[in-house]
């Protein structure tokens, strides 16, 4: 499968703006045109990244799925967890759509050190 990665962040307007080669470069698209163009190449994942929300654990930008429902592409919504508590709600209140996230994994320790966490999981066989 092919996974696009769309890269966007609203502007200090509310504008949403879209970028390219890994957020360095803005391109002037419309989210319809953008969306068309996505329906056409049919990717197997369509990876949304929010760079206001990046590493800020306030919340994925759950406003921007309604503007993706056209696509027949799995969506994945990067950008924003806040802790383990709060994937396993969103992801179970919106089982259609997959989250990812990294900020939620990571502490910081007293020393600026980095510590990796890990959710609980439970399997039922």
């Given amino acids: 499968a092919v996974t696009l990665n769309i ?29 068309d163009q996505i329906i056409s190449l049919q990717p197997g994942e369509v990876f949304l990244s929010c760079m206001n929300r990046d590493g ?13 429902n056209t696509i027949k592409s799995q969506l994945v919504v990067n950008c924003g967890a806040k802790d383990h508590e709060y ?24 020393n600026e050190g980095v510590l990796i966490t890990y ?7």
Avoid: H, V, W
């Fill in 7 to 35: 890269d966007y962040k609203y502007n200090i307007f509310g504008k949403l703006n879209f970028y390219k080669n890994c957020a360095s470069t803005k391109i002037k698209i419309t989210l319809e045109d953008l969306i």
């Fill in 87 to 110: 994937l396993q709600k969103i992801s179970s209140d919106n089982s259609s759509i997959s989250f990812a996230g990294a900020a939620a994994f990571f502490l910081s320790a007293n």
């Fill in 56 to 68: 800020t654990r306030t919340g994925y930008d759950m406003d921007i799925i309604s503007k993706f």
């Fill in 119 to 125: 959710p609980e999981r439970n399997y039922e066989m």
